[in-house]
């Protein structure tokens, strides 16, 4: 999209040991994040079998790579999501997680949160995220955890909220982000690509940065 780009990871993420319930046990498999393909293991190769619904297109992209067939990529909001397949029928629930997630529920649904892997916050801003902000960087906020993350990393390393723009992928990860900021803006919808066309634009405008870290 012609921008550049720092990518600074907020979080360090790790697999869990889990133990693989019966898959008979459940008519649906609920996948919220990317990380529970990539860090799950291969006990979720027991479940490729199930209606498999995933929040956005990217980890929709990972539960193909893992083996499920057809996999749903349903809106960017797991509580959209529920509603979709409670109206197509699931009843029981299987949803792999972090261990830092929301406990999504449904009155027809019997969901069942199971942590696979864990995302554990990062003591300071990489040296590169730090310096890019300093500059006017655009900064983009994925979620409300990362939001507060982003908001004491930055008070931690000197930096002035009020020199700082930021995208955020719904009003919630803006919120949490705090007060302060030079700009905060919100997504369209919750999915990444209207995150990007979001900061696209702001950084089309006057006075914004070409450069946005995420």
């Given amino acids: ?19 693989a319930p019966d898959p008979s046990g459940f008519d649906g498999l609920l996948l919220t994040s990317a990380n529970a393909l990539r860090h799950g ?7 490729t079998s199930l209606p498999c619904y995933c929040v956005g297109e990217a980890t929709a992209a990972e539960a193909r790579k893992a083996g499920f067939v057809a996999p749903r990529a349903g809106p960017g909001d797991g509580g959209a999501l529920l509603r979709i397949m409670a109206d197509e029928g699931i009843r029981n629930v299987l949803h792999p997680c972090g261990t830092d997630h929301v406990a999504l529920e449904h009155p027809a649904l019997a969901i069942s949160h199971l942590p696979v892997y864990a995302a ?37 390393a000197g930096l002035r909220r009020g020199s ?25 919808a919750p999915r990444d ?6 900061a696209a634009k702001l950084c089309n405008n006057a006075g914004v940065s070409g450069t946005g870290l995420a």
């Fill in 120 to 156: 554990e916050a990062v003591e300071r801003l990489p040296g590169e995220a730090a310096q890019a902000l300093r500059s006017g960087a655009l900064a983009l906020v994925h979620s409300p955890r990362a939001g507060r993350l982003l908001g004491e990393l930055a008070d931690a």
């Fill in 1 to 19: 999209m012609g921008m550049g780009r720092v990518v600074a990871p907020l979080f360090e993420v790790r697999p869990l040991g889990w133990e």
């Fill in 193 to 198: 690509q209207a995150l990007l066309e979001l």
């Fill in 164 to 188: 700082i723009r930021i995208a955020a992928i719904s009003p919630a990860a803006a919120e949490a982000a705090g007060e302060g900021w030079a700009l905060k803006a919100v997504a369209a």
């Fill in 41 to 47: 293991g291969p006990g979720l190769a027991r479940y």
